[in-house]
């Protein structure tokens, strides 16, 4: 029997990642709800629902919460000193994903409940990749912005490690979907971190299929660079080369982040250790001229606001989070662990690439949240204990299947 609490709690994380669209499918809803957009209340939904399973449960919490209380300490006291509603509203949204992945770690996760599990992914799956060629033929806006696409790189990540463990073709099929649709929306970022998932994919063992992958991963990543859509949005001219990706390059479409990018780092020189303060980003941004509300490149955004000091924090933690999810290798003894501790590993890579260009802090919902429940899944089948007879029969770890 499946625990119930389990897949219930997994289904309020399904339900605020696809509810920032409800009003693109569905016309009764509405575009906001008092004046909040549903990406809002998507965020605060499952903040609440996590932190109330934390504060009931904190003693089953599997995870190490406590490489995460310097940056939310942090930025809690930051706030604290100006106390403005867009300030409380940035802080509580770099909290969401840790809180959720606390959360997610305090749940049972037995063979009957990941087998469950498997079903909700697998319906997830099929309606972010329907939803997403429905964008792509124009009628919606599921897959427009790199947000959206993320959601793709914890999925690929997932199928991916299935194929390693199995080698079944229908991942493959998969994958290759979801590689299409950054690249049919031209999502630069995203088309650059769904295809390093391949190449640096934990679960990908054997440096023969390594090589043949970054080989393969190369090779369609160069057809993809010298397309014509590629091209015309990547270069005002509409051609370039490998050689013109340059921030010096003035030909370089950047989409204002290089000039964003600029003043801000004009400003932080006045700031460099504690940071502006709570969203003084966005007042630089309007102040500015700009009607633009993030800088997009959350590294700069964090340094902006809180600071080396802030950034140092943040960096703490995901540094802690992949070192001691890296150090439990030796305890993955089953097939399910494994396929989700693979796939949880590889998508750190991703948050590099997304948090330069982007704001994948606060995309938790469509991101982060999903990663951070992969960390908490491993964590809690750990401490279970969950698959331990498989230790001895080694062939006995590809016997079953998350996805």
């Not at 493959?172 to 390093?196: C, D, F």
């Not at 679960?203 to 990543?221: D, P, S």
């Not at 303060?277 to 964090?302: P, Q, T, W």
Request: charge should be neutral.
């Amino acid at each position: 029997m499946y625990n119930k609490a389990t897949i219930a709690y997994y289904k309020w994380i399904f339900f605020t990642a696809l509810l920032p669209y409800a009003d693109r499918y569905i016309p009764i809803f509405p575009d906001d709800i008092f004046g909040f957009n549903l990406s809002g209340f998507a965020w605060i939904i499952i903040l609440l629902v996590s932190l109330i399973r934390v504060f009931v449960h904190f003693n089953a919490m599997t995870t190490p919460g406590w490489i995460w209380l310097p940056w939310i300490l942090y930025i809690s006291v930051q706030w604290l000193q100006d106390q403005t509603f867009l300030g409380l509203q940035s802080t509580l949204q770099y909290m969401v994903f840790p809180v959720v992945g606390m959360a997610a770690s305090t749940f049972s996760y037995s063979d009957e409940t990941m087998t469950e599990l498997r079903k909700w992914f697998g319906l997830y799956m099929a309606m972010v990749l329907i939803g997403m060629y429905v964008a792509i033929a124009d009628f919606g806006s599921f897959a427009k912005g790199t947000g959206n696409v993320m959601t793709l790189v914890v999925l690929g990540a997932i199928v991916l490690s299935e194929f390693w463990f199995y080698r079944s073709q229908r991942m493959l099929i998969y994958y290759a979907l979801m590689v299409a649709v950054p690249v049919i929306a031209v999502v630069r970022m995203g088309i650059a971190m769904v295809l390093a998932m391949a190449v640096f994919h934990f679960g990908n063992k054997n440096l023969t299929a390594r090589i043949v992958m970054a080989a393969l991963v190369g090779c369609v990543a160069l057809s993809v660079f010298y397309s014509p859509s590629f091209q015309k949005k990547t270069f005002y001219s509409g051609q370039g080369e490998l050689s013109s990706l340059s921030f010096n390059n003035e030909d370089l479409n950047t989409s204002g982040r290089s000039r964003m990018w600029m003043l801000a780092e004009k400003d932080m020189k006045e700031h460099p250790w504690v940071g502006a303060g709570s969203r003084a980003d966005l007042r630089m941004l309007i102040r500015n001229g700009y009607k633009l509300k993030e800088l997009h490149n959350d590294f700069i955004a964090v340094r902006y606001n809180s600071g080396w000091l802030g950034l140092g924090c943040l960096l703490f933690g995901f540094i802690m989070q992949f070192g001691l999810l890296y150090g439990l290798k030796p305890k993955i003894t089953d097939a399910y662990t494994a396929v989700v501790y693979y796939a949880a590993l590889t998508i750190f890579v991703a948050w590099i690439g997304f948090m330069y260009t982007d704001n994948a802090l606060k995309y938790s919902p469509f991101f982060g949240n999903l990663h951070f429940c992969l960390i908490g899944i491993v964590y809690s089948r750990v401490k279970e204990g969950v698959g331990e007879e498989l230790k001895t029969e080694e062939d006995d770890l590809y016997s079953h299947s998350v996805i």
